[in-house]
Nanobody
Framework: QVQLVESGGGSVQAGGSLRLSCAASEYIGVNNYMAWFRQAPGKEREGLAAIWNYDGRTLYGDSVKGRFTISHDKAENTLYLQMNSLKPEDTAMYYC??????????????????????????WGPGTQVTVSS
């Protein structure tokens, strides 16, 4: 069973930056998918960024596009989320998620479903990010 563990969360003032990390306990496979989600109190879980580790292509949600960057270090088996220009509305619990190759049926399917939490089989426990104004 793959285990994911996030780190790097904390408190920061608006306009600041944080870098989240997500370490995977084992290699998921060359054609795997990973993503970052967040959930604020009283709100639904929101997909932020996704990466297809086969060729490194990425997708971003509208709320973070241009401010957040997802990346994956294959050698370290670690997923990252660089978060810049943070806003108070970015305050939430942040989760990383992973899926094996069977979760998506090709590029078009991944593009349309990458932010769907139901596609991901593995989840970390989350790390809290708090942005003050």
């Amino acid at each position: 069973q793959v285990q994911l563990v996030e780190s790097g969360g904390g408190s920061v003032q608006a306009g600041g930056s944080l870098r989240l990390s997500c370490a995977a306990s084992e290699y998921i496979g060359v054609n795997n998918y990973m993503a970052w989600f967040r959930q604020a109190p009283g709100k639904e879980r929101e997909g932020l960024a996704a990466i297809w580790n086969y060729d490194g292509r990425t997708l971003y949600g509208d709320s973070v596009k241009g401010r957040f960057t997802i990346s994956h270090d294959k050698a370290e088996n670690t997923l990252y989320l660089q978060m810049n220009s943070l806003k108070p509305e970015d305050t939430a619990m942040y989760y990383c998620a992973a899926a094996r190759s069977a979760a998506f049926a090709g590029v078009s399917h991944w593009v349309s479903q990458a932010m769907n939490q139901l596609r991901y089989s593995y989840w970390g426990p989350g790390t809290q990010v708090t942005v003050s104004s």
